[in-house]
């Protein structure tokens, strides 16, 4: 089987940083599976993206970052078609409007697809005419896309009452966010610094309008006391915003922005507690990762899996989304205790090993279901057609 990913770039996010776990690891396992980015700009190229083989596009002069979504659309239909995938995998929400365009643009020669569901469908964020214009194009997906995939229980739910699959194929597998060599060494580095002065909280995300982080600084300028810290791992647009409101706050001097850094759950065991303040989510891997370290966490309540993913509370505190109050709070009343062996365990279900041979058997599934209803086309077929050596990058 031939399981084509397609991607915008190594920029850090993570959807990109799992699809890329994925794809390295059905390699491992005998899969084809070809990658496709529009462009190879990004800070996980070096991280993630060594030694594995993808295909970009001839790039024009110009950069393409702004209309990233158009340029994928326009560049990837001449790649399928050359290499006649037998399953297109759409990493998460951001890639479906490429999906559906995949659907219209190629008609019937169009690959099954499996799409997952990396946020949150209520978006209650919105307001109520963007959210009404957001639930029609759920729709519009549920029509076109072949087969969603929940990360987590109770996801499900979300997506055959707003998406409404026309074939109602829906699977649950949980977020390959960790592998099993990794959760051993978050595990190790959760090392308390019982000898410090006042607690130390620690947030990883992208610095975007999604994740809220003035929220959380907001909330921290209320809660903490003199002697406590803040550390903020990862980058983006709203950085320099980010600094500016921890100055006005009068609180720059106790929060560290630490950019872009390789794994940084490894540098997080001597927090007190991991923060999360997004609007909206789907499985948060970064949480799954404090899970592993063994910190206790402090969430807005951004996804229906939200609530089973902390242990209805034994894991951790959540809080009404958009509420500096209720965050300032649960900041106030850390460290929380939390049972080490409980997420522990948490974590080990969202492993990249057992997530990969789920997805294999969904697309499986998928493909054999397109072959039963249209029996005459070569989906699945074995091939002697190599995948076309990589595009040349004129950028």
Not at 103 to 120: E, F, Q, T, W, Y
Not at 232 to 258: N, T, W, Y
Not at 267 to 287: H, K, N, T
Request: charged share 25%; with cysteine.
């Amino acid at each position: 089987m031939r399981i084509l990913t397609f991607l915008h770039s190594f920029e850090p996010g993570g959807v990109e940083r799992v699809a890329l776990r994925l794809v390295r690891r059905w390699r491992e396992q005998g899969v084809d599976a070809p990658l496709f980015l529009g462009r190879i700009d990004g800070a996980m190229r070096a991280e993630l993206g060594d030694s594995l083989d993808h295909h970009v596009p001839r790039q024009p002069s110009f950069s393409v970052a702004g209309f990233e979504t158009l340029w994928m659309i326009a560049t990837l239909p001449a790649f399928i078609r050359r290499t006649r995938p037998d399953a297109l995998f759409c990493a998460g929400n951001s890639y479906a409007v490429v999906a559906v365009a995949m659907k219209l643009l190629l008609g019937r020669a169009c690959p099954p697809v499996l799409a997952k569901i990396s946020n949150d469908l209520e978006r209650r964020d919105m307001i109520w005419p963007a959210r009404m214009a957001y639930r029609l194009w759920l729709r519009i997906q549920g029509r076109f896309i072949d087969h969603f995939v929940a990360m987590a229980p109770g996801l499900e739910r979300e997506i055959a009452e707003l998406a409404r699959p026309v074939k109602q194929a829906i699977s649950i597998v949980p977020d390959p966010a960790l592998s099993r060599a990794q959760i051993d060494r978050l595990r190790a580095a959760r090392q308390p610094d019982e000898g410090r002065k006042g607690r130390l909280f620690v947030a990883i995300g992208r610095l975007a309008r999604q994740k809220n982080f003035p929220l959380m600084i907001e909330a921290f300028a209320q809660a903490a006391r003199p002697d406590d810290r803040m550390l903020v791992f990862g980058d983006g647009p709203e950085r320099k915003a980010l600094q500016s409101r921890a100055q006005r706050l009068g609180i720059a001097d106790r929060v560290s922005f630490m950019g872009h850094v390789p794994d940084p759950a490894l540098q997080i065991g001597r927090a007190d507690a991991f923060l999360l303040s997004s609007d909206y989510e789907g499985v948060p891997a970064v949480l799954l990762e404090a899970l592993a370290v063994g910190l206790p966490v402090i969430a807005t309540q951004c996804s229906a899996a939200m609530r089973s993913l902390l242990g209805d509370g034994a894991l951790g505190r959540l809080v009404p989304v958009g509420d500096v109050q209720a965050f300032a709070a649960a900041l106030a009343d850390a460290p929380l205790p939390q049972d080490s062996a409980a997420s522990l365990a948490q974590a080990r279900r969202f492993t990249l090993e057992a997530a990969s041979t789920a997805y294999l058997d969904s697309f499986a599934a998928m493909t054999s279901a397109k072959r039963a209803s249209c029996p005459t086309e070569a989906l699945g077929q074995p091939r002697r057609d190599p995948i076309p050596p990589m595009m040349t990058s004129l950028s």
